[in-house]
């Protein structure tokens, strides 16, 4: 029979033993990092060194969760954009599906273009031929419509050069970096060039983000009853463009406070980040994703059509935002 003492003294054993095993345990998880597939670098530190200021509590630049909103630009920040647009690449083969019906498309541009495979002739119609492919492509049409056709399309659709589908070459840093902003009370919104009812579909499966907060340029709908039953119909009109300059305003009209980060990749977010970072008040967070890995994915900036990054890396030095530099910066590019 064990002795008092003996019990006692293996009784603290334990004890101890399982704090040992508890703290050890605590401390695994305070060091997990949020963020595997950045290498820890400059950019990295800007990021993590923001989140802790804005998040904690009785600092100078403590932000109330309501107020932390983020934006992420879209094509070339939270998924691949060469080398065309995916938007683009869904207008080209809805003219292809839909071409047996109109026989005059053989002959008449940009659609001819299209048909006989000739970039450059597509590219010489300019933003008018384009517009018109976008219009003829993505109207006619109620919304739900238009939904299946976009979930379809993602479903058998493939990258050219990675042949995977579309929605599997997400940067895995975003990814990791959008759940580690949720986790520390921040609201995540896409603020995209492209259009709104082309993301939503998928946007929560892939990026956690709900449709509500997912902005986009958008086309004209209107209210139709079609066999007693309620419709919208997306109409050949321009509604609204979030690019450029109408990325704020789309952000001012869609959430209505000013975000306190935001991200992209090109010209077309330089407007967005200088809404966001030039407000005073609280510290805020600008960041530019620099596409410079050319064997993982690709390396452009100022001399590319898709993508362009010129005058937003020329601000980023005086403005003070963080440039990520993928090749150095990421460990990963995509998912395995």
Partial sequence: MISLRNFLYFSRGIAVAVALCLFTA???????DALPSWNDTASKQAIVSFVEKVTKAGSADFVPEPERIAVFDNDGTLWVE???????????????????????WKETQPFKAVLDGDMKALAASGEKGLVELIMTTHAGMTT???????????????????????????????????????D???KTFIVSGGG???????????????????IGSSIK??????????????????????????????????????????????????????????AGGPARLGVLIHHTDAEREYAYDRDTEVGRLDKALDAASIAGWTVVDMKADWNKVFKD
Avoid at 26 to 32: F, I, L, R
Avoid at 156 to 175: C, G, H, N, W
Avoid at 196 to 214: D, K
Avoid at 235 to 255: R, S, T
């Fill in 196 to 214: 709104i009812e082309l993301m939503r579909p998928w946007a929560e499966e892939v990026y956690g983000i709900p449709p509500e907060q997912v």
């Fill in 221 to 278: 709908t209107e209210f139709r009853m079609q066999d007693d039953t309620p419709t919208l119909f997306r109409l050949p009109e321009v509604n609204f463009i979030d690019d450029k300059a109408g990325k704020p305003v789309g952000i001012n009209q869609h959430i209505g406070r000013r975000p306190i980060a935001a991200f992209g990749n090109s010209d077309g977010d330089l407007q967005m980040l200088q809404w966001t970072t030039m």
């Fill in 184 to 186: 520390n009370g921040f």
């Fill in 82 to 104: 060469h080398p065309i647009y995916t938007q683009l690449a869904f207008a080209l083969d809805r003219v292809k599906a839909l071409a047996p019906q109109h026989p005059e």
């Fill in 26 to 32: 605590a401390s695994a998880v305070a060091q997990t």
């Fill in 144 to 182: 739900s419509d238009f939904q299946k056709i976009v979930t379809d399309w993602f479903a058998s659709a493939r990258d050219p050069k990675f042949k995977r589908p579309y929605t599997e070459l997400v940067y895995q840093p975003m990814i990791e970096l959008l759940a580690y902003l949720r």
